[in-house]
Structure formats: structure tokens, C-alpha cells
């Protein structure tokens, strides 16, 4: 977290420091949602199967907010192969800068 909080702080990053910033990004999401599913586990449900599955009872038992959010953190992740595109790059970067980070920040 550390890490993407700091590329974060790059202003006008080249297309190499977007990368970094993306992959950073990348880890810090799938160690939370490993986190989310750990502690859905230890509240006693086991039946997870996947992290929109996690996700889903996590918003249910109050261990999440912001529901919404995180279903759409869940959908926009899979646009990480396609940021090779400079584009999609900067979309993701905004939305980590100012939508992500916070969520993320809040597991940890």
C-alpha cells in the first residue's frame, strides 16, 4: 500500500510509472480481497467461492461498506490486461487515485 500511495504522489507519471502505479494497484487489491475472505471465513462461512461471492456476503454481514464500490473495483479490475492502451492506463489511474485507493485503504 505503501508503494501505490507513493507512485500515486508522481505527478504526470510516464507510461513506464503508470504501469508501475497499475501494478501496485493490482496487489493491493487481490491481498484484500484474500483479506475479505480470510475474515468472512473466521465469522464462520465457509461456502466462499469466489470474491464476488466474499464480496457479496461481506456487505451482508456489515464487514464492508460501500458495496457498490467494491462490485465495481471487482468488474473495472479485469481492464488490467487492457491497459497496455494508454487510455484504459489513465482511466484506471483515476479511478485508483480517486475511488480505490480509499476502499483498499480501508480493508488494511
Request: proline content about 3%; overall charge negative; aromatic content about 8%.
Amino acid at each position: 500500500m505503501k508503494l501505490l500511495e507513493e507512485a500515486l504522489n508522481i505527478n504526470e507519471p510516464s507510461l513506464l510509472q503508470k504501469a508501475g502505479i497499475i501494478h501496485y494497484f493490482e496487489i493491493c487489491y487481490h491481498l484484500s480481497f484474500k483479506l475479505i475472505i480470510l475474515s468472512v471465513e473466521e465469522q464462520g462461512f465457509v461456502d466462499i467461492k469466489s470474491p464476488r461471492s466474499a464480496i457479496m456476503k461481506a456487505i451482508d454481514i456489515g464487514l464492508i461498506k460501500n458495496g457498490q464500490d467494491w462490485v465495481e473495483i471487482f468488474d473495472d479490475i479485469k481492464l488490467i490486461p487492457q491497459a497496455y492502451e494508454e487510455e484504459i492506463a489513465n482511466q484506471l489511474i483515476l479511478l485508483i487515485r480517486n475511488k480505490y485507493i480509499s476502499l483498499l485503504k480501508g480493508i488494511v
